[in-house]
């Protein structure tokens, strides 16, 4: 089952992008076979309502998790309500932090964690 | 009725001072006259018009409540609102009220007649007498709430049969003051001699132009640089109903939460001047 990745660019290689709501990318990944698809993000120039949008896009693909940087109040309420599970990965490509899921190695998060 | 707008374009140019010493110099001459606080996030005409307060109401938005019995999870509601108020996705259905625009299209669209509408508050009107002659009508948005357009269409839904009423908008010409101003008889500028006072009040001319409502300016802290005012109003024809001097008396009275002219009467004069004139202007349409 495919797993959901926030980042920069469409491609394996690329760096992680740390915001949830405004991502350039969700790559859904295989873990096993690393097969993708990369979605672009149609929610990046909204004036509010980006991380609720961004959930919503992100379930309708049901991932078995879904890793990203920060995350906020309202993305973080739909991502629970779909008893989501999520990771939090940092300053990584979008492989390392796939292969770092596959390890254990990532930190899941129940609450937002966007505040400075 | 005739509905007299008080707007500025830059902050704290006095609207307020004229929208309180208008209505009471109107209301010692005998006159009845109401005045809607329209300026919801920061209300300000009951500091100098205390009291008298006889009632209050809330005022509601319509938000949408989803009957997961009926809901099929379509996702329709979800696709449709701009706001992303709501978020459907396989099981599951949630909304945020806080950023609902009430514009009722998520009930429209849903297949399954799954979605109603209930009401919540976003603020409060109160209505009060502070003194003979003058209702004050004051609006008041709820903290935290991110549109203040329906406390001002509730506050002037409350406007019947008076005589005369003195709409005191918030600065700036966002929605907040075109909400206000849209429909009235008439729109008083309060501005002041400054570079700033001058470009904010071309904002205001410009904005009115849009949605024909007549205006005049007020020039506000009047002293020897009232020409920049003056120029521009004489080139685009605009009327210049009445100056209010700089004077240290007005900043002490005001400071003291009263009104300049029961404080001050020989300004007296000024306020119910620009009245008349505003007044022959409404009546030149």
């Known amino acids: 089952m495919d797993i959901c990745i926030t980042a920069t660019s469409d491609n394996l290689d690329g760096m992680m992008d740390e915001r949830f709501g405004r991502c350039k990318y969700f790559i859904f990944v295989d873990p096993v076979t690393m097969k993708y698809r990369a979605v672009p993000n149609t929610s990046i120039n909204e004036s509010s309502g980006a991380g609720i949008a961004s959930a919503t896009t992100v379930l309708k693909n049901s991932p078995s998790a879904i890793i990203t940087g920060l995350i906020g109040g309202n993305a973080m309420e739909v991502l629970k309500a779909a008893n989501a599970r999520v990771y939090t990965c940092q300053n990584r490509t979008v492989r390392e932090a796939v292969g770092m899921y596959n390890d254990g190695k990532l930190e899941s998060i129940e609450a937002p964690n966007n505040k400075k | ?285």
């Open chain 2, 1 to 285: 009725m005739t509905q007299i707008a008080i707007a500025s374009g830059k902050g704290g140019t006095g609207k307020s001072t004229v929208a309180c010493n208008m209505a009471l110099a109107l209301a010692n001459l005998g006159g009845k006259v109401t005045i809607a606080d329209c300026d919801v996030e920061e209300p300000n005409i009951h500091l100098f018009l205390k009291g008298g307060e006889t009632g209050r109401e809330d005022v509601t938005v319509p938000v949408p409540v989803i009957d997961k019995k009926r809901c099929q999870y379509c996702g329709k509601c979800s696709d449709f609102c701009k706001f992303h108020a709501i978020s459907v996705f396989p099981g599951n259905a949630l909304i945020f009220p806080g950023l609902c625009h009430s514009c009722g299209g998520c009930r429209l669209v849903c297949p399954e007649n799954a979605i109603t509408e209930v009401p919540r508050n976003v603020g409060v009107i109160v209505r009060a007498r502070p003194v003979d002659g003058i209702n004050l009508i004051t609006g008041i948005l709820d903290e935290g709430e991110h549109s203040s357009v329906p406390v001002i269409t509730a506050v002037k839904n409350t406007l019947a049969e008076e005589d005369i009423s003195i709409i005191d908008c918030a600065p700036g010409t966002s929605c907040n003051m075109v909400s206000a101003v849209r429909g009235c008889d008439y729109c008083i500028l309060v501005t002041e001699p400054t570079p700033f006072g001058l470009h904010d009040l071309a904002l205001a001319v410009e904005t009115l132009k849009k949605i024909n409502v007549r205006c005049g300016v007020v020039i506000n802290k009047s002293a020897c640089s009232d020409r920049i005012i003056e120029e521009y109003c004489s080139a685009g024809r605009i009327r210049v109903l009445g100056k209010i001097p700089y004077d240290d008396r007005i900043a002490r009275t005001y400071s003291e939460g009263k009104a300049i002219v029961t404080e001050i009467p020989d300004l007296v004069a000024v306020f119910s001047s620009i009245y008349d004139k505003t007044k022959k202007e409404v009546c030149t349409q």
